[in-house]
Every structure is written in structure tokens, then in C-alpha cells.
């Protein structure tokens, strides 16, 4: 197996009973053709030896912040060898810079906690915070321990800065409780790593320019129009496109959602503001996702003071708001183009139609009366049209799943791009 060839995989092993399990997981990895550095914290060596991990990750095992000395270099592998002079490396540096990825399999709460505080006492916890290379955690402990909210707090923390976290399992422990906090078993670890690393290959390069949530059109000072849309469907969308290695650009009307990690993020409010900040990325981005419920219509006069309430009643007069995906499909030239329609009746011809009018390279269609999908909700039900006529009909997914989808049929029209420019530049 050659999955991870010519990866540089470093895992901190930290102090709890799981830690065993890290000799399958150094076992895996190198079966599937990566350099494996570990990295143990003094409570890891008190649950496996060094010795065991080194003569299976055919490295020498790093465990000092501060180590006495390391005057032979052939001694420090091939993760510490110096390049470019005779004098040491700095560990946690040297370590932090060569991984390609980071994994902390078992983590402690210990270790949690302080990741998501920024406590660098020992060489695993500096080495993360010295690290460009994604980090990933495996937590895995007393189901109690696990459910603390502090842990909890801290898991959301470190997944709010771009952490992937393996999620524990559920059952017997070694505690002799039962509940969630076991770690996964080694090769569930393994593949994890094997994928994510494949996943950020994908987009790789590509720009990627998303719209979420809803837009406001003012009425007066105090009053809008607006709609129920959340944004989650659209930031679901940008998180996974810049997993996937995409450069992405989110312009979001107003919503209570925090930036994906690693999002460039334009905060607009109206139809006309996402015009502007769309055009702006357009021309230099591979790909647009249209997930935003832009109000298609605006109060023709703004009231510079709050109306009064009146007893005869009140009339607004609304005229249009720009159509921003018909004026992008009018304009594109090398952009894949995809839109949303959130409908509540005739959803396919609907769907069809506007494919056509705005000419996108598919419409994701989702049914807004459903209670389950759409608007406001962490799940939701598509279905897909191609310019064909091929429908592809979705179950009920989480939101980051349905994200995945979208961009998994994306890549094949980015591949057909690419060929066409390769040919018109020979
Ligand atoms: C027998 C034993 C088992 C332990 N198992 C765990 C565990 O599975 N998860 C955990 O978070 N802490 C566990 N602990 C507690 C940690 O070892 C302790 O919090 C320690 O400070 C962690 O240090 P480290 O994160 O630097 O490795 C265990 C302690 C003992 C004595």
C-alpha cells in the first residue's frame, strides 16, 4: 500500500490507557508508506515504552522539550536532520515545520484543554502551536470526563480554529463504565488520516467563491424584508471546500454563524452589497456556489425616518433586486456555475427553467416546505439537475454531507475545464 508515499505524519501520543493502541496506529501508517515521527508526553511513557513505538515507526521517539543533547545528527532521523549547517535543529520547530500532518492519538483532556488555551509546557503541546500543518485529534477518556463541558467547550474551541476531531466511540471502557470516549480502533484512525489528507488534494489550487444567508432590504431606519434562510447550507459548503484545499471566498448576508476556519469572509446586508462584493471575486475564482436567499424584491423608497403606524393601513411599493446569478452566467467564461432554488411547489420545473435562464452548470433544488430541509434546520434533502435533463434525487443529509456532494460534482466539471484549456493553449 502506497496511500500515504512520501507523507511525513507526526503523532503525539499523550497519557491515557489508550495509548496502547498507538503501536496499530504507527503499524498502519507506515504499512501504508509514510515516515511516522512520534512525539510522546512524559505520562504517554508511563502507559508504552518509547521503545516499542521507535522500533515500529523505525524513528527515534521524541519525548524532551529540552533535550540534554543530540550531538550525533544520524541519531535524530530523518525528521531532525539538519539540511543546511552542522548545528542542531531546534525540535519543536524542525518537527513542526516537516509534518505534513499532525495527529494526536490518544488525546487527553489534558492535552485538549491545553490546545485549546495555547499552553505550550511540554515538546507535543509547542510543536502544535509551531505548526502550519493541519492537526488532528482522536480525544479518547472516561465517558464523564468526555462529557464535561469544559471538555466539550475546549473540543468546540479547537474545531473552531480548524482542529479535526475523531469523534470517540461509544461503549465498554476501560474504567469498566460504558458510555462514549474509547478510541476508535487503529485502522478506523488510519483511514481517517488516508482520506483527509486525499480530500485536500481535491480542490487543491482551485478558487472557490461561496454566498450564504439571507439579505436584508431595508424599509425605514428600523424595519426590512428579509428571509428565513440561516446560512448554514452555504458555510457547510465553504468549511468543506477549503478542506478540500480551495482557496475560498464566503460572502455572507446577515447571519449568527462564525467563519469557517481558513475562509476569507465579506459580510454584506443587501442584494446590491452582494452584487458588488460577488463581482468583485468573480473574475479571478474557478468556481461559484450560489447558496444565498438574496431578496428578489426591495421597498422602492426608503424611508430616511421610522414610519408611523397609521389607521388606514400601509402600501409598499417593491420593485426588483439585481439578479445576481443571471448576470453571472451571462458573463462567465472559465467559472463553473452553480445555483440554488428553494421552492415550495414544482420544484423540478422550476428547477429546470431557471438552469436554463441563468445558464449554470447544474441546480441544486431543495424542497423549502419540508420541515426537515431547507431553511433553518442542520439537515437537508436535494435532488440535482444537470443541463442534460438528469435529475439525481439525494436522501436526507447533514448539511456538511449535502456540502460534500456538491463539491464531489463539481470536481468532474473543473476536469473538463481543465482539458478544454489545455487544448485551446496547444
Ligand atoms: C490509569 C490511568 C488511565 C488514564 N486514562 C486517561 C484517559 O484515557 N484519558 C485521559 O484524558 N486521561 C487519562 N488519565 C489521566 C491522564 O493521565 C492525566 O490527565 C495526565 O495529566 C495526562 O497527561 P498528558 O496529557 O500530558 O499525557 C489516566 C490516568 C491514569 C492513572
Avoid at 257 to 281: C, D, F, I, S
Avoid at 314 to 331: F, K, M, N, S
Avoid at 385 to 405: F, Q
Amino acid at each position: 500500500m502506497t496511500l500515504l508515499q512520501g507523507k511525513n505524519i507526526l503523532l503525539g501520543v499523550t497519557g491515557g490507557i489508550a495509548a496502547y493502541k498507538s503501536a496499530e496506529i504507527v503499524r498502519g501508517f507506515k504499512k501504508a508508506g509514510a515516515q511516522v515521527q512520534v512525539v510522546m508526553t512524559r505520562n504517554a511513557q508511563r502507559f508504552i515504552t518509547p521503545l516499542t513505538l521507535e522500533t515500529l515507526s523505525q524513528n527515534r521517539v521524541m519525548t524532551e522539550m529540552f533535550p540534554s543533547s543530540y550531538e550525533d545528527e544520524e541519531e535524530a532521523g530523518p525528521f531532525l536532520r539538519s539540511t543546511s549547517t552542522n548545528l542542531p535543529e531546534i525540535d519543536h520547530i524542525a518537527l513542526a515545520q516537516r509534518a505534513d500532518v499532525v495527529l494526536i492519538a490518544p488525546a487527553t483532556a489534558n492535552i485538549i484543554g491545553k490546545l485549546a488555551h495555547g499552553i505550550c509546557d511540554d515538546l507535543l503541546s509547542t510543536l502544535v502551536i509551531a505548526t502550519k500543518a493541519p492537526v488532528i485529534v482522536a480525544p479518547a477518556m472516561n465517558c464523564n470526563m468526555y462529557e464535561h463541558p469544559v471538555v466539550q467547550g475546549n473540543l468546540e474551541k479547537l474545531k473552531s480554529l480548524g482542529v479535526q476531531v475523531i469523534e470517540p466511540e461509544a461503549g465498554f471502557l476501560a474504567c469498566q463504565m460504558e458510555g462514549k470516549g474509547r478510541l476508535p480502533d487503529p485502522d478506523v484512525i488510519v483511514t481517517f488520516v488516508v482520506n483527509f489528507l486525499h480530500n485536500r488534494q481535491r480542490l487543491l489550487g482551485k478558487k472557490v467563491l461561496v454566498t450564504a444567508g439571507p439579505t436584508r432590504e431595508a424599509i425605514d431606519p428600523v424595519r426590512f424584508i428579509s428571509n428565513r434562510s440561516s446560512g448554514r447550507m452555504g458555510y457547510a459548503i465553504a468549511k468543506v471546500a477549503r478542506q478540500w484545499g480551495a482557496e475560498v471566498f464566503l460572502v455572507s448576508g446577515p447571519t449568527a454563524l462564525a467563519a469557517p476556519p481558513g475562509v476569507h469572509l465579506t459580510r454584506v446586508e443587501t442584494a446590491a452589497e452582494m452584487r458588488e462584493a460577488v463581482l468583485k471575486y468573480f473574475p479571478q475564482v474557478d468556481v461559484v456556489i450560489k447558496a444565498a436567499a438574496v431578496a428578489d424584491y426591495r421597498v422602492k423608497e426608503v424611508k430616511d425616518q421610522k414610519i408611523k403606524k397609521k389607521d388606514s393601513g400601509l402600501v409598499l411599493e417593491l420593485e426588483e433586486t439585481p439578479d445576481i446569478l443571471e448576470e453571472l452566467g451571462r458573463i462567465k467564461e472559465k467559472q463553473v456555475l452553480v445555483g440554488f432554488a428553494a421552492e415550495t411547489q414544482n420544484l423540478l420545473s422550476y428547477a429546470e427553467e431557471k438552469l436554463r435562464r441563468k445558464n449554470l452548470d447544474f441546480i441544486v433544488v431543495n424542497d423549502v416546505s419540508r420541515k426537515d430541509a431547507g431553511f433553518e434546520v442542520e439537515t437537508n434533502a436535494i435532488q440535482i439537475v444537470y443541463r442534460n435533463g438528469k435529475v439525481t434525487d439525494y436522501p436526507l443529509m447533514p448539511k456538511e454531507k449535502v456540502a460534500e456532494v456538491i463539491l464531489g460534482e463539481i470536481l468532474p466539471f473543473l476536469a473538463d475545464k481543465e482539458t478544454q484549456n489545455r487544448h485551446r493553449g496547444e
